[in-house]
C-alpha cells in the first residue's frame, strides 16, 4: 500500500550548507534518549495521543453522534479555539469539497460545518444573523470547561437558542467535547442533560485532532473517519522505534532540531502544494510554537506558506533573506483533479504564454514545487519535503501523526516538556483577572500597577 514518504536530502545538501551524516550519527543517542522518554510517559499513561486511532469506542460514539445530528440539521457550529478548533478545521478542509459549505445538500451529502474559532463579537454576530438557527446545532468544545473565548460563544448562542426554541430545542442543538470525568463543562452537561464527548485527560488541545474534537466536524462534514484513523495507526506502527533512519517522525525532529542548533536554521517553514492543506500549516504552527516555545534559547519559529501563492511573496525572504529558515514542502503525488491547458492561436505568438500548451495545471503545480525546492537549496538554503501519495483520508491521518510525534519527539532533544503551555496561561490569568474573575485580582492589581505609558510616544 502507497503511504507518506519524508525525504530529508535537501538537509543534507552540500550547496545548502547542509548537514552530514556524522551530524545526524551525532544527535543519535539523543533521539533514542528523546523517544524513549515519550515512550516511558506514555506507558505511565501521561501522554494518550499516539493511542487515540485505537479508541473505536470514541470514534463510534462520534460517528453516531454525528449522523444523528446530520438528521436533523443543516449546519453546525464548532464553538472552540486554538486546539479545539484548528485540528478539526484542518482535516475538514482538507479531505471535504474545497467549496464544501456552498454546495447544495444533494451534492454536499453532509452538513454545512463553521469554525468561528476567535471571540471577535463582529464576526461571531455576522454568523450568527446569516445562518438559520433552526437549522443549526452547535459543539462547544474545551477540555478544561472553562476556556473564556470559547464559553463567551456558547453563552451567547445559548440564551438565543433558549429564547427562540426553549430548554428543550437547547439541548437538541447543543453537545458537549470536554474531559471525561471534570471541569465545568462536565458538570454543565450533567445538569444540563446534554449529550458529551469525552477528550482522554492525558490527551492536550494541540494533540487532540483525532480524538473527538477533530472526529466530530470530520464525521459531520462526511469524512472517511476509520480510514482518517487507519493512517494515524500506520504512522504510530512506523514510528516504533528509536532509530531515527527507522523511524520518520524521529528523523523530521532530528533534521530540523540539527538544522536549528547547528546551522542557525530556526524558522521552520511548512509549505504545502495544496490549497486543501492551508488549514493544516496553522495547525501545525500551534503544534510546533506551544509545544517548544519554552525557554529564552529554545523556541524554533513555525511559520506557514501555501505553494504556489507564496512563491508571488515570502518565497522572496526564504531564497534572499537570512539565513535562518528550513522549508518543508508537501506534495500531493496524485491530486483530485486536473485541468488540461490549451492555448489559443492568437496566443501563441506570446512566448511567455505559448509554451503552457498541451500542459496541464497539475504539471505546472508540480513544476513550481520542484523548481522552488531547486532555487532554495541553489540558494543554500535546506528543504526537507514529505509527499502523500494523495489526499485521503489514510494520508491525512498519517501526516497528522507524523507531525504531533515529530513535536514530542522535538521536545525531547530541546530538553523541554512539549505538552504544557506556561506562557499562554500567565495572558489567560491577566484576562481573567481584568474581567473580575474571583481569586485572580492579584493579576488584575499587577496590571493596574505596571508603568504608565510616556504620552509622547501616543500619537492621536
Same mark, same amino acid.
Given at each position: 500500500?502507497?503511504?507518506?514518504?519524508? #525525504?530529508?536530502?535537501?538537509?543534507?545538501?552540500?550547496?545548502?550548507?547542509?548537514?552530514?551524516?556524522?551530524?545526524?550519527?551525532?544527535?543519535?543517542?539523543?533521539?533514542?534518549?528523546?523517544?524513549?522518554?515519550?515512550?516511558?510517559?506514555? &506507558?505511565?499513561?501521561?501522554?494518550?495521543?499516539? #493511542?487515540?486511532?485505537?479508541?473505536?469506542?470514541?470514534?463510534?460514539?462520534?460517528?453516531?453522534?454525528?449522523? #444523528?445530528?446530520?438528521?436533523?440539521?443543516?449546519?453546525?457550529?464548532?464553538?472552540?479555539?486554538?486546539?479545539?478548533?484548528?485540528?478539526?478545521?484542518?482535516?475538514?478542509?482538507?479531505?471535504?469539497? $474545497?467549496?464544501? @459549505?456552498?454546495? !447544495?445538500?444533494?451534492?454536499?451529502?453532509?452538513?454545512? =460545518?463553521?469554525?468561528?474559532? @476567535?471571540?471577535? !463579537?463582529?464576526?461571531?454576530?455576522?454568523?450568527?444573523?446569516?445562518?438559520?438557527?433552526?437549522?443549526?446545532?452547535?459543539?462547544?468544545?474545551?477540555?478544561?470547561?472553562?476556556?473564556?473565548?470559547?464559553?463567551?460563544?456558547?453563552?451567547?448562542?445559548?440564551?438565543?437558542?433558549? %429564547?427562540?426554541?426553549? &430548554?428543550?430545542?437547547?439541548?437538541?442543538?447543543?453537545?458537549?467535547?470536554?474531559?471525561?470525568?471534570?471541569?465545568?463543562?462536565? &458538570?454543565?452537561?450533567?445538569?444540563?442533560?446534554?449529550?458529551?464527548?469525552?477528550?482522554? *485527560? @492525558?490527551?492536550?488541545?494541540?494533540?487532540?485532532?483525532?480524538?473527538?474534537?477533530?472526529?466530530?466536524?470530520?464525521?459531520? *462534514?462526511?469524512?472517511?473517519? %476509520?480510514?482518517?484513523? *487507519?493512517?494515524?495507526?500506520?504512522? &504510530?506502527?512506523?514510528?516504533?522505534?528509536?532509530?531515527?533512519?527507522? @523511524? $520518520?517522525?524521529?528523523?523530521?525532529?532530528?533534521?530540523?532540531?540539527?538544522?536549528?542548533?547547528?546551522?542557525?536554521?530556526?524558522?521552520?517553514? /511548512?509549505?504545502?502544494?495544496?490549497?486543501?492543506?492551508?488549514?493544516?500549516?496553522?495547525?501545525?504552527?500551534?503544534?510546533?510554537?506551544?509545544?517548544?516555545?519554552?525557554?529564552?534559547?529554545?523556541? !524554533?519559529?513555525?511559520?506557514?506558506?501555501?505553494?504556489?501563492?507564496?512563491?508571488?511573496?515570502?518565497?522572496?525572504?526564504?531564497?534572499?533573506?537570512?539565513?535562518?529558515?528550513?522549508?518543508?514542502?508537501?506534495?500531493?503525488?496524485?491530486?483530485?483533479?486536473?485541468?488540461?491547458?490549451?492555448?489559443?492561436?492568437?496566443?501563441?505568438?506570446?512566448?511567455?504564454?505559448?509554451?503552457? #500548451?498541451?500542459?496541464?495545471?497539475?504539471?505546472?503545480?508540480?513544476?513550481?514545487?520542484?523548481?522552488?525546492? +531547486?532555487?532554495?537549496?541553489?540558494?543554500?538554503? $535546506?528543504?526537507?519535503? =514529505?509527499?502523500?501519495?494523495?489526499?485521503?483520508?489514510?494520508?491525512?491521518?498519517?501526516?497528522?501523526?507524523?507531525?504531533?510525534?515529530?513535536?514530542?519527539?522535538?521536545?525531547? /532533544?530541546?530538553?523541554?516538556?512539549?505538552?504544557?503551555?506556561?506562557?499562554?496561561?500567565?495572558?489567560?490569568?491577566? *484576562?481573567?483577572?481584568?474581567?473580575?474573575? !474571583?481569586?485572580?485580582?492579584?493579576?488584575?492589581?499587577?496590571?493596574?500597577?505596571? +508603568?504608565? $505609558?510616556?504620552?509622547?510616544?501616543?500619537?492621536?
Amino acid at each position: 500500500m502507497e503511504r507518506l514518504t519524508l #525525504d530529508v536530502n535537501g538537509c543534507f545538501d552540500p550547496a545548502a550548507e547542509g548537514l552530514d551524516r556524522g551530524d545526524l550519527a551525532g544527535v543519535a543517542a539523543a533521539a533514542l534518549g528523546a523517544f524513549d522518554g515519550f515512550q516511558a510517559r506514555r &506507558e505511565k499513561g501521561e501522554l494518550g495521543f499516539a #493511542d487515540l486511532p485505537a479508541d473505536a469506542a470514541t470514534a463510534d460514539a462520534t460517528e453516531r453522534l454525528a449522523k #444523528d445530528l446530520g438528521g436533523r440539521f443543516e449546519n453546525l457550529l464548532v464553538l472552540g479555539i486554538g486546539g479545539s478548533s484548528l485540528g478539526g478545521r484542518a482535516i475538514v478542509s482538507a479531505l471535504a469539497h $474545497p467549496f464544501h @459549505n456552498l454546495l !447544495p445538500r444533494e451534492r454536499r451529502g453532509a452538513m454545512r =460545518i463553521f469554525f468561528p474559532d @476567535n471571540s471577535d !463579537p463582529a464576526t461571531f454576530e455576522a454568523l450568527l444573523g446569516t445562518l438559520d438557527l433552526a437549522d443549526t446545532c452547535f459543539a462547544t468544545v474545551t477540555k478544561s470547561g472553562g476556556t473564556a473565548e470559547t464559553m463567551s460563544q456558547h453563552l451567547a448562542l445559548r440564551a438565543r437558542c433558549i %429564547a427562540r426554541f426553549g &430548554e428543550e430545542g437547547y439541548r437538541e442543538r447543543c453537545v458537549l467535547v470536554t474531559d471525561p470525568a471534570k471541569g465545568a463543562l462536565r &458538570e454543565i452537561a450533567r445538569a444540563e442533560g446534554l449529550r458529551a464527548l469525552p477528550v482522554p *485527560a @492525558n490527551v492536550g488541545g494541540r494533540f487532540s485532532a483525532l480524538s473527538a474534537v477533530g472526529l466530530l466536524p470530520a464525521a459531520a *462534514a462526511g469524512v472517511d473517519v %476509520a480510514e482518517l484513523l *487507519a493512517g494515524a495507526s500506520a504512522m &504510530e506502527a512506523r514510528c516504533r522505534t528509536g532509530d531515527v533512519l527507522g @523511524n $520518520p517522525a524521529l528523523l523530521y525532529a532530528a533534521a530540523l532540531h540539527l538544522m536549528d542548533r547547528r546551522r542557525g536554521r530556526r524558522i521552520h517553514v /511548512l509549505m504545502p502544494y495544496a490549497d486543501a492543506l492551508r488549514d493544516t500549516g496553522d495547525w501545525f504552527v500551534q503544534l510546533w510554537a506551544e509545544s517548544l516555545g519554552k525557554r529564552p534559547d529554545v523556541g !524554533p519559529t513555525p511559520f506557514r506558506a501555501v505553494g504556489a501563492t507564496d512563491q508571488h511573496s515570502s518565497l522572496q525572504l526564504m531564497v534572499e533573506g537570512p539565513q535562518d529558515k528550513v522549508v518543508t514542502l508537501v506534495r500531493v503525488a496524485s491530486p483530485r483533479a486536473d485541468l488540461s491547458l490549451s492555448v489559443p492561436e492568437g496566443y501563441r505568438r506570446f512566448g511567455e504564454i505559448a509554451y503552457l #500548451d498541451g500542459h496541464t495545471m497539475g504539471e505546472l503545480l508540480e513544476a513550481e514545487r520542484r523548481a522552488t525546492d +531547486a532555487a532554495l537549496r541553489k540558494a543554500g538554503r $535546506p528543504t526537507i519535503s =514529505i509527499t502523500l501519495p494523495r489526499l485521503d483520508a489514510r494520508a491525512m491521518g498519517e501526516l497528522l501523526m507524523l507531525l504531533e510525534l515529530a513535536t514530542a519527539y522535538a521536545g525531547g /532533544l530541546y530538553g523541554v516538556n512539549a505538552f504544557d503551555q506556561p506562557g499562554v496561561e500567565a495572558g489567560k490569568r491577566y *484576562a481573567q483577572g481584568l474581567l473580575g474573575r !474571583p481569586g485572580f485580582e492579584q493579576y488584575r492589581d499587577e496590571l493596574a500597577g505596571a +508603568a504608565k $505609558p510616556d504620552p509622547a510616544l501616543v500619537l492621536a
